[in-house]
């Protein structure tokens, strides 16, 4: 019943910017967090950057100076802006919805950085 849909990954050069989007709907009960985690060809899932009801952030290490995430809370929306992208980034980019009890996956979104 729930459902996370994302937009606004594609392919970019590297130095570009993207702004992923995430919306969520549905009967969801206890919304703790959103966020964004990625995951590159041959690698784990990894926590990009999470934000908290209240607006507490979280982000990787490879990710600070460069991306900011903010939500907004009344549309149950994730945003992610993306700045001063690397090959490194590319990636297929999976929303996360954290409730008390359980947690929503989007089907993800590809972001290429590529020359």
């Known amino acids: 019943q729930v459902q996370l849909v994302e937009s606004g990954g594609g392919l970019v050069h590297p130095g570009g910017s993207l702004r992923l989007s995430c919306a969520a709907s549905?009967?969801?009960?206890?919304?703790?967090?959103m966020g964004w985690y990625r995951q590159a060809p041959g690698t784990q899932r990894e926590l990009v950057a999470t934000?908290?009801?209240?607006?507490?952030?979280n982000y990787a290490d490879s990710v600070k100076g460069r991306f900011t995430i903010s939500r907004d809370n009344t549309k149950n929306t994730v945003y992610l802006q993306m700045n001063s992208l690397k090959p490194d980034d590319t990636a297929v980019y999976y929303c996360d919805l954290e409730t008390l009890k359980v947690n929503y996956w989007g089907k993800g979104t590809q972001v290429t950085v590529s020359s």
């Open positions: 549905g009967n969801i009960f206890g919304i703790r967090a």
């Open positions: 934000i908290t009801r209240g607006g507490i952030t």
